[in-house]
């Protein structure tokens, strides 16, 4: 890719799209971010102040429903690509209110994708002069797979069983992304990852609200019998297998990102409390493991993820370079510093 281009991040004041913009901005000196985020509860601008002052990244307060606001920065800026973060990502929030999932993740694709065929596209297979390395990335989950059982690993070829209104709205997500791809031609790729931690995470999601609860002296609620399993994967990984799919993929594909981490919740919640006992000990002595309670499962609780990776690691040369216990460490570490 030729110098100067700029690009669209969508959610980028989110956890995932904060930590992949300064990691972006790092690796590719020339090139320009606008950041489109309707800073929703999940939205902190503060997540990204180590390139607020950067003479390449702009922030822009908007809805990616609005489509004169997305027509607007298309026009203005000419994009060279799309990274798609932007969701409503909170699977209980989804239980209780799956309009707000339906809108930003269904709809709010939509309006991206049809903005960028009709500023990249003449006609179906057809790019405009100059626009035909112009990609559209768009960031999935695991989630649209289903639950797996007790073997066998997630593919780009399981076939999607979504299971909560969140996990059904990015698999219509993911058919739009693709259904542009068979039909106008307009070069999209899509990554669909495991859970990811880190720094930066918001507090509602499972190994924030541990490290919250605990040091906060309440009870730590874990879903059920603590035994769903999950394969986590450091969001820096991710955003490195990101920057790759964009980059090296091909058109109209699909990559799996997870990184070989299958944990369950219990050792989640042992593990933190360990590092926590360690690193910031309660004054009586006692083991922050006493705040551990079991609450009645959610809806619909998918029992075990866990992703191969393989594809992208063989066509990609891509690696998750953090195991789970090193990043933890450097996660909890990170939340210690916050309080």
Same mark, same amino acid.
């Given at each position: 890719m030729s110098s100067g281009k700029t690009y669209l991040v969508t959610g980028g004041a989110g956890f995932i799209g904060s930590n992949f913009i300064p990691y972006y901005l790092g690796s590719n000196p020339h090139h320009h971010i606008v950041n489109l985020d309707l800073l929703t509860y999940a939205g902190n601008l503060d997540n990204l102040a180590e390139v607020v002052n950067n003479p390449r990244y702009n922030f %822009?307060?908007?809805d990616i429903v @609005?489509? $004169?606001l997305v027509s607007h920065l298309f026009d203005q800026h000419d994009f060279a690509g799309v990274f798609h973060f932007a969701a409503e990502s909170h699977v209980d929030n989804s /239980? !209780? &209110?799956p309009s707000a999932f339906i809108n930003t993740n269904i709809n709010g694709t939509f309006n991206l994708l049809e903005v960028a065929r009709k500023h990249w596209m003449t006609s179906p297979g057809i790019a405009i002069d100059g626009k035909e390395g112009n990609r559209f990335l768009h960031v999935s989950t695991d989630e649209v797979y289903g639950s797996l059982g007790e073997t066998g690993l997630f593919t780009e070829n399981t076939a999607y069983a979504p299971n909560s209104p969140y996990s059904a709205s990015k698999a219509s997500s993911d058919f739009l992304v693709r259904s542009y791809f068979h039909t106008y031609g307009l070069n999209v790729v899509t990554s669909n990852c495991s859970n990811n931690y880190r720094p930066k995470q918001h507090k509602e999601k499972l190994i924030p609200t541990i490290i919250r609860k605990a040091l906060a002296g309440e009870p730590i609620p874990i879903y059920g019998d603590g035994k769903? /399993? =999950?394969d986590w994967l450091y969001v +820096? @990984?991710?955003c490195k297998g990101i920057e790759l799919a *964009?980059? $090296? &993929?091909r058109a109209g594909e699909t990559y799996n990102i997870g990184g070989n981490n299958e944990r369950d919740n219990l050792y989640i919640v042992d593990k933190l409390c360990e590092l926590l006992d360690a690193k910031s000990p309660n004054q009586d002595g006692t083991s922050y493991k006493e705040l551990i309670s *079991? %609450? !009645? @499962? =959610?809806p619909g609780h998918d029992r075990r993820y866990a992703i191969d990776a393989s594809k992208i690691e063989k066509e990609l040369n891509w690696q998750a370079n953090e195991d789970f216990e090193s990043g933890i460490e450097k996660t909890v570490d990170?939340? +210690?510093q916050q309080n």
């Open positions: %822009v307060k908007g @609005d489509n $004169n /239980i !209780t &209110g769903n /399993i =999950r +820096l @990984d991710h *964009f980059k $090296n &993929g *079991f %609450v !009645t @499962d =959610r990170w939340y +210690l």
